[in-house]
């Protein structure tokens, strides 16, 4: 089996950082893409950042600038380091791994993590 663990939301002030942690653990061979992704109570669940395992990075417009994803390949983990955060920052976030789980697998599986709250006071 595959696990992610989150780690590192809470409750902060408008214009602090937090920084997010997700580690992947079990049956894991090598991950490609990692990510996160954020749901606001009414909203649909939207793509934060994602990053490739070469290290290439790609965030929405809305936290462009403001947020770093980054990864350690290594530990099998993904960060997420959120600078000048806002209300509207306000969601659950879960981590996302496309995981391959064996040396012989062709394909990667989906896995998400289980969300981490993050509140942003104004």
């Known amino acids: 089996q595959v696990q992610l663990v989150e780690s590192g939301g809470g409750l902060v002030q408008a214009g602090g950082s937090l920084r997010l942690s997700c580690a992947a653990s079990?049956?894991?061979?090598?991950?490609?893409?990692m990510g996160w992704y954020r749901q606001a109570p009414g909203k649909q669940r939207e793509l934060v950042a994602t990053?490739?395992?070469?290290?290439?990075?790609k965030y929405a417009d809305s936290v462009s600038g403001r947020f770093t994803i980054s990864r350690d390949n290594a530990k099998n983990t993904v960060y997420l380091q959120m600078d000048s955060l806002k209300s509207e920052d306000t969601a659950v976030y879960y981590c996302n791994a496309e995981i391959v789980r064996d040396w012989w697998a062709t394909a990667s599986l989906d896995y998400w993590g289980q969300g981490t709250q993050v509140t942003v006071s104004s």
């Open positions: 079990g049956r894991v061979f090598r991950i490609n893409a």
């Open positions: 990053i490739t395992s070469g290290g290439i990075s």
